[in-house]
């Protein structure tokens, strides 16, 4: 097991990397400890919830919404839960992003930590002290930024995750090696999924690599104001479409990165599209999608990332190398009718 600090501005962040799932009793008290699973995590892996107490959810996007919230909190009050009481969310991102929102509302805030069992959880959603839930089609528009105690990486989780949620992860590993590492998008070109998939030990450097560059991001920029903007990297389109058309979160932003590296060779004369557009269909990610421009834009135009007539936009100098760029909203009506239209 390893063990790392990241210190973020209201709270020093454990992460136990190679750990096992037993480690949690030594990190909270049983009695005071609530666990947030969905029903999938705690089909495939019962015995490990044995005896703590542990709210159970359904899984999927759907799940992340205030009615589930409200169920929570309900459960929490029969537990007698407390502000003492720590909530560990042990799932994927929609775990993690709903147990944290919860930890943060409940009682005002009470701790919390994490052990991420997907792919994306691990190398992204439990990383940051971002918690929300979805409104509609308006991906976590509700939410809080309050970073968890610790988080618990306990690789043997990933032997159950389905194939699907491998790829899904990986969309987010591709986003972090094009916005900053080089080095990372060549290693993944070298390998395949499999590899990973087969070598737990490759896995978990790879995990520690990329939880470390999005916990650097998020550490320079806590509250977004410019860094952190880098990670929304294929996220604008994306999220456009992911809701709307039921899209998994993973393939949304693969399609969304290639718009964002077509919007970049107008805006920073990016030159590499095609070796990202390799690198994704390489992991079995989706590159181009048939969707409704009129109805993605609608979507986009709510984005929070909107500022009056533009949009702050993540677009890339060259792999490696993100940049935000606030794009004028008309121009970007036009570019995305575009790329549509191309297809
Ligand atoms: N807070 C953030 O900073 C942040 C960042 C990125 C993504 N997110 C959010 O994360 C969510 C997506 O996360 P996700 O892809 O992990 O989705 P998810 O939580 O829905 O998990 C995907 C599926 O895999 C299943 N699963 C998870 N771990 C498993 C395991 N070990 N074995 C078997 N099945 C398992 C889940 O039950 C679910 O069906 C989105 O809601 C997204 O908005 C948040």
Known sequence: MQKKIFPFSAKKVSYYFDADFSLLSKLVD???????????????????????????????????????VDEIISQLIVLQADRKSVIIGVGGGVVTDIAGFVASIYMRGV????????????????????????????KNMVGTIRQPEFLVYDVSFLKTLPEGEWINGFAEIIKHASIKDEKLFAELEKNKLAHYQKNAEAMSKLIRTNAAIKSEIVRKDEFEQGERKLLNFGHTVGHAIENVYGLSHGKAISIGMVAACILSEQFTN??????????????????????????????????????????????????????????????????????????
Not at 47 to 55: L, Y
Not at 115 to 132: E, F, Y
Not at 298 to 324: A, F, P, T, W
């Open 111 to 138: 701790k919390f930590g994490f052990v991420p069992t997907s792919v994306l959880a691990m190398v992204d959603a439990s990383i940051g002290g971002k918690n929300g839930i979805d409104v509609g089609v308006y």
């Open 30 to 68: 049983k009695h005071q400890a609530v666990l947030i699973t969905d029903e999938n995590v705690f089909a495939a892996h019962t015995k490990k919830f044995n005896g703590w107490k542990t709210i159970r959810i359904s899984a999927g996007e759907n799940t992340k919404k205030q009615a589930t």
């Open 270 to 343: 990016f030159k590499q599209t095609a070796r990202v557009i390799g690198l994704l269909t390489k992991y079995g990610l989706p590159t181009l999608a048939e969707f409704n421009a009129k109805k993605a834009f609608e979507v986009l135009k709510m984005d929070k990332k909107k500022n009056q007539h533009s949009l702050n936009y993540v677009l890339l100098n060259r792999i490696g190398e993100g940049v935000v760029k606030a794009i004028p909203m008309d121009q970007l009506e036009k570019l995305i009718h575009s790329i549509v239209r191309a297809r």
